[in-house]
């Protein structure tokens, strides 16, 4: 029997569906990142942004359209992390604006939708590209089109002909980004979307991945959860205990070390979290044998912390949050001023420059972990001042920056799109307090065109890109348009790099090293930097930012 109409708690099980599903292939899109950098990815941003909102419209007993709409909006824009998560976010944004006005939704009303969420979402990217999220996301409207004026009324229909329709064209992003062919791999954005309607249509059909607020690992379910006022069913955990620590070490914990415990909390546990601050590590887990915990744990270091909280037992839901840093104290408001800064941060030291540069708020995060709109909201919230400058520090961040600036209203919000933390530093030190906004944003602007940057991380997979080969644990050298050198050893990846960032024009480099770099080691490097570039001058800074060992700027 055909169905032609969706009430909102229908369709509030066919979303709940898609985000259990995206988040079931996580893994599996973060993988067809191109760049095979250790940091945060395509699948996790996208996971993230539609959890946020997932959130949100579970908590409905039994939503009317304009309700289910506005959580979905609303959830997904503050939760939107990196530019994969703002576009999807924006897609909800513009096709719930459609939506919300009908009590019932048909095929007609789903088609408008689709324009809407396209159009919305090419309007948040300064400079679209082919071949991406948008690109599946237009061929969805399109088909959704096709379908409509065909006179189809079934909703069946317009889903299977509409996802068979996004697969294809998530088939032929490689033909239209060169980058993604070289690299063997679709839109990773694109596949996200994908997954999000593959859910949909499940739910669709009563059944797919159940929702659930408790574990991470998703559970296959005969059907979407019901709306309805009734009580909830008593809630059950897979993994009995929340447990975190703090723990100062004895021993080096590298990367690689943080990646070998990581596995080993995943298999005795979910919802794993792992912070390291100097020779303090902050871990959060949930699992059924606190103990195991503690005796890994017990072999990097002494325990200066450990706290283990029944679930079942919990005051309330969400008593105990997922993340394993500890909330730090309020913060006294600050006074007000007419201009005021933020900065996206990772590192002890980058933070404490930025600090010193006059940077009134820093937001903890960057390559591995990308803020989200939400958290620019928060940073917003508690700079008193007229006009605030953010700036992002990465590309995959502005995105968001740009989101929060439209959401604030009373403030004057002027993003600063800064791909580095170089560039942050070079517009910082531009600042002139006696000029005006304008003319600070221009003299800024300048600053940051003017600064070269590069990045050495390791290699996570084989890939090929630009012509390069690179192969899983090489060094890379990261330059701002791509990899400028790889290799096996350190020194000749940063010679290198710097051979291609350097010019007659360049006056100064600047190095700073990264939480796994020991003084002495940096030392070394900044020596033969310096020798090779004797007519350059060299400094060198403790950076302490993860994943990255150096992050490198010419000027």
């Not at 029944?310 to 997922?322: F, I, Q």
């Not at 394993?324 to 996206?344: D, R, S, T």
């Not at 007519?535 to 000027?555: A, C, F, N, R, W």
């Amino acid at each position: 029997m055909a169905v032609n109409t969706l009430d909102a708690k229908q369709l509030a099980k066919m979303f709940l569906a898609g985000a259990k599903n995206l988040e079931a292939q996580k893994e599996h899109i973060n993988e067809l990142n191109v760049f095979p950098v250790p940091d945060g990815d395509t699948g996790t941003n996208m996971t993230l942004t539609i959890m946020s909102a997932a959130k949100d419209v579970y908590s409905l007993s039994d939503p009317d359209m304009a309700t289910l709409c506005k959580s979905i909006s609303s959830g997904s824009l503050r939760g939107a992390r990196g530019n994969s998560g703002v576009i999807l976010s924006q897609l909800f944004r513009g096709f719930t604006k459609v939506v919300k006005t009908y009590d019932e939704i048909d095929v007609a009303v789903i088609s408008a939708g689709c324009d809407k969420a396209v159009e919305s979402a090419y309007k948040a990217v300064m400079q679209p590209k082919e071949g991406t999220i948008l690109t599946v996301a237009k061929g969805i409207a399109e088909k959704a089109n096709q379908v409509f004026e065909s006179g189809e009324t079934d909703l069946e229909v317009l889903l299977q002909q509409v996802i068979e329709h996004a697969k294809k064209v998530l088939d032929e992003t490689p033909e239209m980004l060169p980058v993604l062919k070289e690299a063997g791999v679709v839109d990773s954005g694109g596949a996200g979307l994908v997954a999000v309607l593959e859910g949909a249509y499940d739910g669709f059909l009563g059944k797919g991945i159940e929702f659930t607020m408790d574990e991470e690992t998703s559970q296959e379910a005969g059907e979407i959860r019901h709306f309805s006022t009734e009580e909830p069913k008593k809630k059950e955990f897979k993994h009995l205990y929340h447990t975190t620590l703090s723990l100062e070490l004895d021993k080096q914990f590298n990367m690689q070390g943080e990646h070998e415990v990581r596995k080993y909390l995943e298999l005795v546990g979910d919802e794993v979290a792992i912070a390291v601050d100097e020779s303090i590590v902050n871990v959060s887990v949930n699992t059924n044998d606190p103990g195991m915990v503690l005796q890994k744990a017990l072999k990097y270091g002494e325990l200066i912390d450990v706290q283990i909280i029944n679930r079942k037992h919990a005051e309330k839901k969400d008593a105990v949050p997922a993340e394993a840093i500890p909330a730090k104290a309020a913060e006294p408001e600050m006074p007000k001023k007419e201009i005021g800064f933020i900065a996206v941060s990772a590192g002890e030291g980058i933070g404490e420059i930025f600090k010193n540069l006059g940077v009134d708020h820093l937001i903890q995060g960057g390559q591995t972990m990308n803020p989200s709109t939400e958290d620019m909201l928060n940073a917003i919230a508690k700079v008193n001042a007229n006009h605030i400058f953010i700036f992002p520090n990465n590309k995959n961040i502005i995105l968001a920056a740009n989101q929060a600036r439209d959401m604030t209203k009373d403030k004057d919000i002027i993003v600063m799109p800064s791909k580095t933390v170089p560039q942050c530093i070079s517009a910082m030190i531009a600042y002139m307090p006696d000029s005006s906004v304008k003319e600070n944003e221009a003299a800024m602007t300048e600053a940051l065109s003017n600064v070269k940057t590069g990045s050495v991380t390791y290699a996570v997979r084989d890939t090929s890109i630009d012509g390069v080969e690179i192969h899983q644990d090489d060094y890379m050298g990261i330059g701002d348009k791509g990899i400028l050198s790889n290799g096996k050893d350190i020194e000749e990846v940063i010679l290198t790099m710097l051979d291609k960032m350097t010019d007659e024009s360049s006056s100064l480099i600047s190095i700073y090293y990264g939480s796994d770099v020991e003084e002495a080691t940096a030392e070394s490097i900044r020596s033969k930097i310096a020798e090779k570039y004797s007519s350059l001058d060299v400094e060198m800074q403790k950076g302490g930012q993860p994943v990255y060992y150096y992050i490198l700027s010419v000027e």
